[in-house]
């Protein structure tokens, strides 16, 4: 997989807002993952999107995809403070290894 | 169910010293992946092992780092001659393998620090 570039480098807001944060990739994908990493929890994969879909959501997140301009955006509505944590995009080719960029770090104050 | 553990959860040790850390991945899960994280960084792919054999070791930074799983099932990195440049929080991940894409399913990782 290819290393996806996150943008903004970090993000705070205030609890109950929502938070936008963008990926740029450079290759064909075949999918494209979202993690989440905070002290709590660790790192855990939030979502997959895949190359012939636009649009995902799982409760509170939303995950657009465009494949024509390589950029993906994932949308956390009605944020919590347990939101508070650093979210990395990856390019998910055919094969297994998952390439990080830095990540944007979000702080969703109380 | 049990997700991937790892242990120790920090290892302290000097220079020079050999280390090992263990991981136990997701029962039944064929695929183990080792990363490592420096602060402010990412996670950095170090070695992918499907089933026993370790599938892409391209990651490893240098001789002084080796991985095994000898049964398929539980790894251990091993680093030999530990260097200052070493310490960093080491993370497992595993998952279903053999087809993907699958999400990768991650430990809590072990801090290591050598001193």
């Known amino acids: 997989s290819q290393q996806g570039e996150e943008d903004p480098q970090a993000l705070s807001i205030q609890e109950g807002e929502n938070a936008t944060m963008n990926c740029s990739y450079k290759?064909?994908?075949?999918?494209l993952q979202w993690y989440r990493q905070n002290s709590g929890r660790g790192l855990v994969h939030l979502i997959l999107?895949?190359?012939?879909?636009r649009e995902k959501h799982s409760g509170r997140l939303r995950v657009t995809l465009d494949t024509s301009k390589k950029s993906s955006s994932l949308l956390i509505t009605a944020s919590r403070a347990a939101d508070t944590a650093s979210y990395f995009c990856?390019?998910?080719?055919?094969?297994?290894?998952?390439?990080f960029g830095k990540g944007t770090l979000l702080t969703v104050n109380p | 169910g049990a997700g991937v553990s790892q242990t120790p959860s920090n290892k302290v040790t000097e220079k020079g010293k050999y280390v090992e850390l263990r991981c136990d991945p997701i029962?039944?899960?064929?695929?183990l992946y080792w990363y490592r994280q420096s602060l402010g960084q990412g996670p950095e792919f170090l070695i992918y092992?499907?089933?026993?054999?370790?599938?892409?070791d391209s990651g490893l930074p240098n001789d002084r780092f080796f991985a095994v799983r000898p049964e398929g099932s539980v790894s251990t990195l091993k680093i030999q001659r530990t260097e200052r440049g070493d310490s960093a929080v080491y993370l497992c991940?595993?998952?279903?393998?053999?087809?993907?894409?699958?999400?990768?399913?991650f430990g809590p990782g072990t801090r290591l620090t050598v001193t």
């Open positions: 991940a595993s998952s279903p393998g053999l087809a993907g894409p699958y999400e990768q399913y």
């Open positions: 290759t064909s994908i075949n999918n």
């Open positions: 999107i895949r190359s012939n879909e």
């Open positions: 990856v390019e998910g080719g055919s094969n297994y290894k998952l390439t």
């Open positions: 029962s039944g899960h064929t695929a």
């Open positions: 092992f499907q089933g026993t054999g370790a599938a892409d």
